[in-house]
């Protein structure tokens, strides 16, 4: 008789999960992480994913600071720490932004697992189920899967082909709890706001009374001229800024930090204490000292070199085989191009027939956290040598005007 | 005008931080995290937190290891990596599960960062606010304060001088979301709950249909002989197992897993995606190769012996200077002794007193999750080495005697 009720049970709502919170059953897989898994086939030209070249990697410069690090201080590296971050590396970011122009006290900085960690950081903080939360539009997806576990609602801040245009930033923007952007060779654009742009965002902030999270995971990839400085530099009472070491040391480190006024950090501590107590110790220490050992001057401008040839390759590549009615983004650092193509083509449906053909990118509509636009792509220049970049190139191009032909027919 | 208007405006409560949401506005800080803290203080004998004796660590074997992973598969070690895990580490982790008799294919494994982010992505994935969750009474403070962050309703298991008692669970659990246990020299008490329990625990949860979070942090640090197998052994179909490397290789790899049926699984994937996209590569494949080596042989008889040592040399300490009228537990393995004094003596209000004589324990009320009780204590025996341990319970003893005769009095 038990057998034959703990039988019946099996087959209610709990017989493979426990019951799910409304955020389980609402949440998807993040687009980019399944194509990440087919562009890991080793026959795809994959645009998709975000993956730093191998070759920028300074392996051996980690494993000699790594040895330097179990040498010095074997047990502090292995032992729990505290979680505002490890006081060394607090110090080297610290020291890192004075020389780029944007000085910050070491105490003022929040060391996360990834700049991924900082967004849902700020989701469980910040948002409540119906808050609003301003994103740029289109916007990077990582944000929109974060912040939507807490059930914002998303009101999109207005933008041209310059980017975020913070002219038209009106008082319908004074109860949004904060504005999400990314101002610097922006995921998925490329694009860069000006200086002027920045002090504008900063004005109207302060005007409507609302604070700004900054994303800079790519400032450092610039190729001919430094980007103007963070917007946290034209208004540090109301701005969060995120970094990240993925895109400039390594992404298998899971580092980032949150750099921005004490108090308004203090939530995002206490939190990060519930959800999962502190990040890596080992890996702090280890990036604490490449910073100190001067690995970014060092290291960086090869990093740069690189992407701004593979992104040229592209452009050109473009150039060469995009037809006419395609029009794309031209970055100054970054990994990403933005390539827009006529109306009646959805970049989602192509998605089948491009990774048939072996190329993959990221379509559009996953950029958009409101009214999804269907007729863009992302590509990413910077995982795939240059001469898979001209192939790959290619074949999304004659994929393209195939389409252009049967509208055209 | 506009700065008079932006002065007024900083006045508002948008002037420190953000907008804050329901659970930052109701999260405190940890007391363990804020006991830490003081225990870093050099000349205060700390029995507060759980830190792992620094000689249990094994530098030189993650030196090796490290070493071994950066000439090998540096690339890889540095990238971005699969948010279920590497596969080197579940497999390692299914290996090693296999030699304890509780073998596990390692599809079921999700990697995590730490354990603590375990319970934050079982409170994302299963709890909405007011949901049922069952907890131990006392139970883990960490997972209280998880768990709390999405903000449900606790309900307490039935425990008795034994631990968790089974028998006295009813029809009352069935609408619960899910058990949350540590039947392994638990967090705080240090008792492991029998087969016998273990086995109808797993009746229970199949008779009433809930599902259990067994979490095993302790489970390798038995002293003479290997406590009962884990409870999804009992009950595969309805347990999710929380493992860690934090006190059997390093806490600051911050490094866990979770054990479970895959369709379980998945919805902890899916939010691990949107809130740290994966755990750190590095660390990983560092401990994928140091199990691999044999790591756990070679390594866990001298940590079992080192904390066998320290844990007798307290329950002798306590013999020798603890008043009659206090009682404590005598674990037979894990890290902590739970003490309980008289009723009349309250461990909160005493900690000023103790800290005052530099020494410092976590007080019983952070580990209830309803009514607390006062009267108890919980001793860490694994950070303070032996003539410190006989030193600090002295002082202890000296002031609960002092309490008691004031009492009296």
Chains 1, 2 share one sequence.
């Not at 060391?111 to 469980?124: C, E, K, N, P, R």
Request: glycine share 6%; proline share 8%; hydrophobic share 40%.
């Amino acid at each position: 008789m038990f057998l034959f009720i703990a039988g019946m049970r099996t087959m209610s709502d709990n017989s493979l999960t426990p019951p799910k919170s409304i955020r389980a059953r609402s949440s998807q897989r993040s687009i980019i992480r399944e194509l990440l898994k087919l562009a890991s086939q080793p026959d795809v030209i994959s645009f998709a994913g975000g993956l730093p070249s191998p070759k920028s990697f300074p392996v051996k410069a980690i494993e000699k600071a790594t040895d330097w690090v179990l040498e010095t201080q074997g047990t502090r590296a292995l032992q729990y720490s505290s979680t505002e971050g490890e006081p060394a590396l607090r110090k080297a970011i610290a020291a890192h932004e004075a020389e780029l122009g944007a000085p910050v006290d070491p105490d003022c900085i929040q060391i996360v697992s990834g700049s991924q960690q900082a967004l849902d950081l700020m989701a469980l903080a910040y948002i409540d189920e119906g808050s609003k939360v301003a994103v740029e539009d289109p916007t990077y997806l990582g944000a929109l899967s974060a912040f939507k576990l807490q059930r914002p609602e998303f009101v999109t801040l207005p933008t041209d082909e310059h980017g975020l245009n913070p002219d038209l930033i009106g008082p319908e923007f004074s109860g949004i709890r904060f504005a999400y952007v990314m101002p610097t060779f922006q995921n998925p654009t490329g694009i860069t706001i000006t200086e002027e742009r920045r002090k504008k965002l900063a004005e109207k902030a302060r005007e409507y009374d609302f604070w700004i999270l900054e994303d800079n995971p790519y400032g450092e990839l610039w190729y001919d001229r430094q980007p103007p400085k963070p917007i946290r530099c034209y208004a540090p009472e109301r701005t969060l800024t995120m970094g990240t070491f993925s895109k400039v040391l390594s992404p298998g480190f899971r580092l980032g930090y949150i750099i921005g006024p004490k108090p308004a950090l203090d939530p995002l501590t206490t939190i990060k204490q519930a959800v999962d107590l502190h990040t890596s110790t080992f890996t702090q220490l280890i990036s604490a000292r490449c910073l100190d050992e001067g690995l970014m001057k060092t290291h960086m401008p090869d990093v740069r070199a690189l992407y701004r040839t593979q992104c040229h390759c592209m452009l050109d590549a473009l150039e060469r085989y995009f037809p006419e009615g395609t029009t794309w983004t031209k970055p100054d650092g970054g990994m990403f191009i933005w390539v827009t193509l006529p109306e009646y083509i959805n970049t989602d449906d192509m998605m089948k027939e491009a990774l048939d053909r072996k190329v993959a990118y990221v379509p559009s509509s996953a950029f958009y956290a409101n009214e999804p636009k269907f007729n863009q792509m992302r590509l990413s220049f910077v995982t795939v040598p240059p001469e898979k970049i001209d192939q790959g190139v290619k074949v999304l191009a004659d994929l393209i005007k195939e389409k252009m032909a049967a509208h055209n027919a």
